[in-house]
């Protein structure tokens, strides 16, 4: 959706080295979630955040929210094969009530 | 407890035709939600079942529907099939009230020929 921007679209790194994925909402944010897709496949949910500078770590998945900037990044640290598939983030926006929105989605390859 | 479950996983039809996927919820949950993922669109939010009731809507033209049958499970149907409705269909579910915390099926991919 245009209220969520991620960046990069696309990113490749070499396996150990670390890399950030940033969602950023041209709206007010009530919560930011971080998803995981296998190509063609379904979401797995990864992390939420709701409070501005929270931040949560899952194994070596880092994720902060920066409730001023109203943006959020993924950090992934000592990158794996395991760790390659498409990131989206979703937030939960005022304006829309009870749905979720997503950005486009960051594809992430880990050359071995 | 066993996932959030789409049927097909494949479905080919070609243009004109009528396709219906299927969508089972995680036991307990009562919300069914559809959405759509083309090629270089990302995720787009189709619709919102509760209690069997159409909650919400995305902004798809009306041969999008669905329904909810009264064991939460959910249809969407696409009648008269264009060549950009191919796409990975994504239902996801959650309890009732939290659709903050959804949780997604593996998707059932439609090819429009």
């Known amino acids: 959706s245009q209220e969520l921007e991620q960046s990069p679209q696309s990113l490749i790194v070499q396996e150990g080295k670390n890399l950030t994925i940033n969602c950023t909402s041209s709206k007010t944010l009530y919560g930011l979630y971080w998803y995981k897709q296998k190509y063609g496949e379904g979401l797995i949910f990864l992390m939420m955040l709701q409070k501005g500078g929270e931040e949560k770590s899952h194994e070596k998945i880092t994720a902060k929210l920066d409730e001023k900037k109203q943006q959020s990044s993924l950090h992934i640290t000592a990158s794996q094969p395991s760790h390659a598939g498409i990131y989206l983030c979703g937030a939960d926006l005022m304006e829309y009530g009870n749905k979720l929105v997503f950005g486009a989605g960051t594809i992430l390859r880990v050359k071995s | 407890e066993a996932g959030v479950t789409q049927s097909p996983t494949h479905l080919i039809k070609t243009r004109g035709q009528q396709a219906t996927l299927r969508c089972s919820p995680i036991s307990g949950h009562t919300s069914v939600y559809w959405y759509q993922q083309a090629l270089g669109l990302g995720l787009q939010f189709l619709l919102w079942?509760?209690?069997?009731?159409?909650?919400n809507r995305g902004n798809f033209p009306p041969r999008f529907s669905g329904r909810q049958f009264p064991n939460y499970s959910s249809e969407l149907n696409v009648n008269a099939l264009e060549l950009e409705d191919s796409a990975l269909y994504l239902c996801?579910?959650?309890?009732?009230?939290?659709?903050?915390?959804?949780?997604f099926g593996p998707g059932t991919r439609l090819t429009v020929l």
């Open positions: 079942y509760d209690e069997g009731e159409e909650r």
């Open positions: 996801a579910s959650s309890r009732q009230g939290s659709y903050n915390e959804q949780f």
